[in-house]
């Protein structure tokens, strides 16, 4: 079974600073891709990005990038030049891809709750 | 933009009660997920469905919860009885198709605004 673990319940910084939100996953599958969903107050719950596994190079959405490290199973994202939108809860999420089975169920950590201070 | 439909969005119930959750995909999607979310922890699949067919409902506690996807299309989560555990947001999502191997498009979820379930 899959374990997705983010070991920052809640973090803070100021508008217009650099975060690193972290994630570690655990799995013995080779084919999988990985996600972050921001999920703001009271709104559903949004792609930010996504990478796939057998991808090196780390994927980029505007001010949202991932640090991977396949080895290390590690998936940390970086907000740059972060705004007040971006409050909201983060979670990181892995996707199992399976031949004969297709993709299977997104597999979340617990989240980590960004603040944007003005 | 397409989005999928979850009704109602908040419901308050006793325990042992029945209770209904109704979730509309994106129009062409035929993969649906139901989640559950307890508050302070991320979602849990409880059930998904590949067109009228479940795909996964190894996670649905099947002596009380309950799930439909007659016609391929809506879906119903029902709960008989509620309990006070059974408390959280649930969540549908959608995705295209899960077989498509050459897009990842295809696989990408889409998320309802979720039911948010007290019981009491």
């Known amino acids: 079974a899959q374990t997705v673990t983010q070991s920052q319940p809640e973090m803070s910084v100021q508008e217009a600073e650099t975060v690193t939100l972290s994630c570690t996953y655990d799995?013995?599958?080779?084919?999988?891709?990985l996600f972050w969903y921001k999920q703001p107050p009271s709104r559903q719950m949004i792609l930010v990005i996504r990478q796939e596994a057998y991808k090196q190079q780390n994927a980029t959405e505007n001010r949202f990038s991932v640090n991977f490290q396949k080895a290390a199973k590690s998936f940390s994202l970086k907000i740059s030049d972060s705004q007040l939108g971006d409050t909201a809860m983060y979670f990181c999420?892995?996707?199992?891809?399976?031949?004969?089975?297709?993709?299977?169920?997104?597999?979340f950590g617990q989240g980590t709750r960004l603040t944007i201070n003005p | 933009e397409a989005e999928v439909a979850q009704s109602p969005r908040y419901k308050i119930t006793e325990k042992s009660q029945a209770v209904a959750f109704w979730c509309d995909p994106i129009?062409?999607?035929?993969?649906l997920y139901w989640y559950r979310q307890i508050l302070g922890q991320g979602p849990e699949l409880l059930v998904q469905?590949?067109?009228?067919?479940?795909?996964?409902d190894s996670q649905l506690p099947k002596d009380r919860f309950s799930a439909e996807r007659l016609k391929g299309v809506d879906s119903t989560l029902k709960i008989q009885p509620a309990e006070l555990g059974d408390s959280a947001m649930y969540l549908c999502?959608?995705?295209?198709?899960?077989?498509?191997?050459?897009?990842?498009?295809?696989?990408?979820?889409?998320f309802g605004p979720g039911t948010r379930l007290t019981v009491t």
């Open positions: 469905f590949q067109d009228e067919s479940v795909v996964d």
């Open positions: 999502a959608s995705s295209l198709y899960i077989y498509d191997w050459a897009s990842l498009n295809s696989y990408e979820q889409y």
């Open positions: 129009s062409g999607h035929a993969t």
């Open positions: 999420a892995f996707m199992k891809l399976s031949v004969g089975q297709g993709a299977q169920k997104l597999v």
């Open positions: 799995t013995s599958e080779n084919n999988y891709y």
